[in-house]
Each structure stands twice: as structure tokens, then as C-alpha cells.
């Protein structure tokens, strides 16, 4: 089968950076992907990583170790707008038409 | 364009009655996908569709139904609906290849079977 790990919760203070890591478990691997969710609102796709090391997209950085089944999303200069869910997703490349696996999301809330 | 849309937005069911969501998409996207989401769940796959006329179980079938007889839509039915099945639904859709890690979501059905 497929997990994925996550932190249920992250509390950080505005302007401050976060760290939401993902380990994950699965028999084949074809990317890790993070996804934004707003309270009341539907995801929307973050960042993709197929090969190790960062990817940056303004203040949101995702980094991506398959040798660990590691990867984590950083985001930089906390705003009180990214108090938000964030999930973690992998395709396990079992075969093409596989779909994502989401992790059960991580609730970041930003403090003033 | 429109993205992702989904009917109802909201809908409140008794046990055992039955309704369809509708998933519309204008993307032109090969797939398509039905997620339920519960607290502290995430998200959940239903059932998914790899093109027009073809459906796949996903994590947490039963109790569901889907159709995929236009490439832009895909159908959501529940034949005799239960408490248990109180969630909020989504529909996402993808582009196949490299977009596959790519999905995009429509608002969102919030059901509530009584």
C-alpha cells in the first residue's frame, strides 16, 4: 500500500519561516506534490518535484530527497494568508494511469 | 473558462435517498477524479476516470457509482444514501502525461445524509 506523513499542525508567527515535512511509503514513486487548501475552499496545486533538491516559487520552496522518501515545503515571510491546510501528494508509478495519494494535511495556522 | 465546476454546492439528503453530483470541466482534460474529504482525513479517492467511457475504483468505493459518457463531465451517484456518507465531495481533473501531478479542483459539493 501507499502512506504518507505529515504533521496534523504547524503554529507560526507572522513574517517568521515554516518547515511542513512528508515522509512517504510506497511501492513506486513519480513525484511529490504539495497542494494548498483554504478553510471553506477547494485545493489548489502548490509545486511538484520529480528529481531531488529545491524548487522555489516566490516564497514557497519545496525540496524533495527520494533517496530518504523525504520531502517538505518551506515557506518564507508568513503572511496571515497562509493560514491554510497544506497536503502532501505522491503518484506512485505503478503504472501511468495511477492517480495521487494525499497525505491527510497539515493545518498551518499564522499568529501575529 | 470555467475550470471545475460542480452541482449541487450544498444538498441535504434523507437515509436512502438517492442523487448525482455533476463534475464539468472545460480544460479539454483526459481525467477526471471524485474525492471525499472528513476531518482530519484528507483526501479520499473515490472513483476516477482515465477518459471518455472509462471509470476505476479508487480508495473508498462502495456505496458509489460513476458515469464518464462525456469527456467533459463526470457523474457522481449515490443509489441509497447513509450518514456515513456526510462529507464534502470534490471533483478534480488532469491533463495526462506531465500534468498528471497537476490536478485541479472544482468548489466543492458539502452533502449531509440525515
Known amino acids: 500500500g501507499q502512506s504518507l506523513e505529515q504533521p496534523s499542525e504547524v503554529t507560526a508567527v507572522e513574517g517568521a519561516i515554516v518547515q511542513i515535512n512528508c515522509t512517504y511509503q510506497?511501492?513506486?514513486?513519480?513525484?511529490l506534490s504539495w497542494y494548498q487548501q483554504h478553510d471553506g475552499g477547494a485545493p489548489t496545486f502548490l509545486s511538484y518535484?520529480?528529481?531531488?533538491g529545491l524548487e522555489e516559487t516566490g516564497r514557497f520552496s519545496s525540496f524533495l530527497s527520494r533517496s530518504d522518501s523525504y520531502g517538505y515545503l518551506l515557506l518564507q515571510e508568513l503572511q496571515m494568508k497562509d493560514s491554510a491546510s497544506y497536503f502532501c501528494?505522491?503518484?506512485?508509478?505503478?503504472?501511468?494511469?495511477?492517480?495521487?495519494?494525499f497525505g491527510k494535511g497539515t493545518r498551518l495556522s499564522v499568529i501575529a | 473558462n470555467a475550470g471545475v465546476t460542480q452541482t449541487p454546492k450544498f444538498r441535504v439528503l434523507k437515509t436512502g435517498q438517492s442523487m448525482t453530483l455533476l463534475c464539468a470541466q472545460d480544460?479539454?482534460?483526459?481525467?477526471m477524479y471524485w474525492y471525499r474529504q472528513d476531518p482530519g482525513m484528507g483526501l479520499r479517492l473515490i472513483h476516477y476516470?482515465?477518459?471518455?467511457?472509462?471509470?476505476a475504483k479508487g480508495e473508498v468505493p462502495d456505496g458509489y457509482n460513476v458515469s464518464r459518457l462525456k469527456k467533459q463531465n463526470f457523474l457522481l451517484g449515490l443509489e441509497s444514501a447513509a450518514p456515513s456518507q456526510t462529507s464534502v465531495y470534490f471533483c478534480?481533473?488532469?491533463?495526462?502525461?506531465?500534468?498528471?501531478?497537476?490536478?485541479?479542483f472544482g468548489p466543492g459539493t458539502r452533502l449531509t445524509v440525515l
Open positions: 478534480a481533473s488532469s491533463p495526462p502525461g506531465g500534468g498528471l501531478h497537476t490536478q485541479y
Open positions: 510506497t511501492s513506486g514513486f513519480y513525484g
Open positions: 518535484n520529480g528529481l531531488d
Open positions: 501528494a505522491v503518484r506512485p508509478s505503478l503504472s501511468g494511469n495511477t492517480p495521487l495519494v
Open positions: 480544460m479539454n482534460h483526459e481525467y
Open positions: 476516470s482515465v477518459g471518455e467511457g472509462t471509470t
